[in-house]
């Protein structure tokens, strides 16, 4: 059975949530003030500060994610791990020591140091609120994959259960507790990624893994009724169906003719072993009639050395249209670049003492996070091979692959991952709560907020965002949450990074200039997403071809153009009076 109810799996998830949830309202005495609040009173060790990146950045989609779209694509799945970890380049050498410099709560802050403009904050806070929201998405899609399996609760339960749990985290202690969070979370995903990976490598390649020898791999179907039951194999089941695993070695490499397994493998023995093998893997078809949507899942015969090669799923890297290639170029655009724009990531700067503090907490952090995208790549494959993958849910290869060692492991894991996603979350929440209550109720409206009152509007704010977070999680439950993501990397490169590289090293940029690339990016990304042909099959269930823009992901087109609009905007504003920095 793929999906059963455990409770020693229960009992471990219920200890690391609640000792989360513990420690936040235990730091809570330190998040009293606004600058404990929204920024830890700048004291965080740059050392723990650079975990807690890691932590904030390793999210649902880095884990859940790439694990799956590895497990069920191979080599493609391993380019958003290439596409996260490049960004951190820009972010190291262009943003961490002027971010630092300019900023004092939130992004607004440091785009509007020199200017103080209604339009900018007003701009800014908004295209804050939108990344933040486009980001809450996949995290909680991934929560509610996970709590599926775990608890034997619905997808909406999970939802629920991470949209509540953050909300305590931030409302009782602010970024005091969302730091050790995210830091806790980090060290422990990385630490017990690093174990399961050598329980990988030790166990090898084993033919027919996951009981299927002798099995007949026959096509299963999923049909989606009108009373949103499904159909498996014709019997109708519920979310946690029992369902045969799947996922395959059928043949080993000819130098281990005649055996069963290959035994231990070393890392780069590994990929030969996988390369040379012979793996059965899933393709999947829709198929509509008056009964509902049908969607079956077939076995598919694949050598590695094709799963190893670009182009199982980007078709733009191989045989795909030219929109296919611009759809890819688009998304590494948007990656590369969107690290350094993320809002929650930006404020984490804020809570260190100083720039050098800044520069030396992004360095732990590329190295943490280098570490721990190496590791994915294991732990895809090892799922990919595992016998053990739910065809209808990429986002739980990586649980799945634990528990095809102990249920103890998939306990621990899938309570890593829900950490993960509440870290994640937390920081979020902590972004859009600042852009609410500093950056538009303070700073644009001008309503005087004492101490207090400011503390208490952003948690006022944060509970708002996390109703919203869970709304949208259930709307879009049906999205690898990779491909979630690279959608808020879209956006907050679009709104957010011609701004701020053009403020710290084109002295001609304007107040207006920067309003306007912020609003111009927001808008067209935005739209561009809402009118690509993904939206338009996943969301609205409308057909593909209807889509009226050419390719799915915006930043090749909206990148740019946020460029030309800030110089066009500049050149036609008045010189700004003073400049510095």
């Known amino acids: ?40 009173h700048g004291e965080i060790h740059w050392f723990v500060n650079g975990i807690a990146f890691a932590g904030d950045y390793l999210s649902a989609a880095s884990f859940l994610g790439i694990c799956g779209m590895i497990a069920f694509y191979g080599y493609d799945g391993f380019l958003y791990s290439i596409g996260f970890l490049a960004g951190w380049v820009v972010a190291l050498f262009v943003i961490a020591e002027p971010i630092k410099r300019l900023g004092k709560f939130t992004f607004a802050d440091a785009l509007d140091s020199q200017f103080n403009s209604p339009g900018i904050k007003l701009a800014v806070a908004t295209s804050t609120l939108v990344v933040s929201i486009f980001y809450l998405i996949p995290q909680m899609v991934g929560a509610g994959d996970l709590i599926s399996p775990l608890l034997g609760l619905p997808h909406t339960a999970g939802v629920v259960l991470v949209g509540v749990s953050v909300t305590l985290i931030v409302v009782t202690a602010g970024m005091v507790s969302t730091t050790w969070v995210q830091f806790i979370k980090g060290s422990l995903l990385v630490f017990f990624c690093g174990v399961l990976t050598v329980m990988i490598l030790n166990r090898g390649l084993i033919v027919n893994a996951g009981g299927d020898a002798g099995v007949e791999l026959k096509p299963q179907v999923k049909t989606i009724c009108p009373d949103g039951m499904r159909l498996i194999d014709g019997e109708p089941q519920s979310k946690t169906h029992d369902l045969r695993p799947v996922g395959t070695i059928k043949s080993l490499p000819a130098r281990y003719a005649g055996q069963a397994s290959t035994g231990p493998l070393g890392p780069l023995a590994y990929l030969s072993a996988i390369e040379d093998s012979t793996i059965v893997t899933w393709s999947s078809k829709k198929h509509t009639d008056v009964q509902g949507v049908h969607t079956t899942y077939s076995p598919v015969e694949r050598s590695g050395k094709d799963l190893l090669k670009p182009g199982g799923y980007f078709k733009g890297l191989t045989t795909g249209t030219l929109s296919d290639k611009l759809d890819f170029a688009s998304l590494m655009l948007a990656l590369f670049c969107g690290t350094a724009s993320l809002p929650h990531i930006l404020i984490r700067y804020y809570t260190v003492k100083d720039q050098a503090a800044a520069r030396k907490s992004t360095v732990v952090g590329i190295a943490v996070i280098g570490a721990f995208y190496v590791l994915t790549l294991y732990l895809g494959l090892g799922a990919m091979v595992s016998g053990a993958l739910d065809p209808t849910s990429s986002n739980m290869a990586a649980p799945l692959l634990a528990k095809t060692f102990s249920t103890t492991l998939f306990a621990i894991i899938s309570a890593i991952a829900f950490t993960t996603v509440l870290g994640t979350v937390s920081g979020l929440i902590m972004a859009g709560s600042g852009a609410v209550a500093h950056d538009l109720v303070e700073n644009y409206f001008q309503i005087p907020l004492s101490d207090h009152e400011k503390v208490r509007c952003g948690k006022i704010a944060a509970v708002g965002l996390g109703i919203v977070a869970m709304v949208l999680g259930v709307a879009f439950r049906n999205f690898n949450v990779s491909f979630l993501v690279g959608w808020a990397f879209n956006i907050a490169a679009s709104a957010n990074l011609p701004a701020l590289v053009m403020l710290l090293f084109w002295p001609r940029t304007t107040k207006q200039g920067i309003t306007a690339a912020v609003s111009v990016g927001m808008v067209s990304s935005l739209t561009w997403i809402l009118l690509s042909a993904d939206t338009f099959e996943k969301v609205y269930g409308w057909s593909r071809e209807a ?16 460029f030309v609009v800030l110089i066009v905007v500049s050149f036609l504003s008045p010189r700004p009076t003073q400049r510095t920095g």
Do not use: D, N, W
């Open 547 to 562: 889509s009226i823009v050419p390719f799915s992901q915006p930043g090749l087109v909206t990148i740019p153009l946020g």
């Open 1 to 40: 059975m793929l999906y059963e109810t455990s409770p020693l799996a229960i009992a471990i998830f219920s200890v690391f949530v609640l000792s989360v949830i513990g420690l936040s309202f235990f730091l809570g005495r330190k998040g009293q003030s606004a600058q404990g609040y929204y920024a830890a």
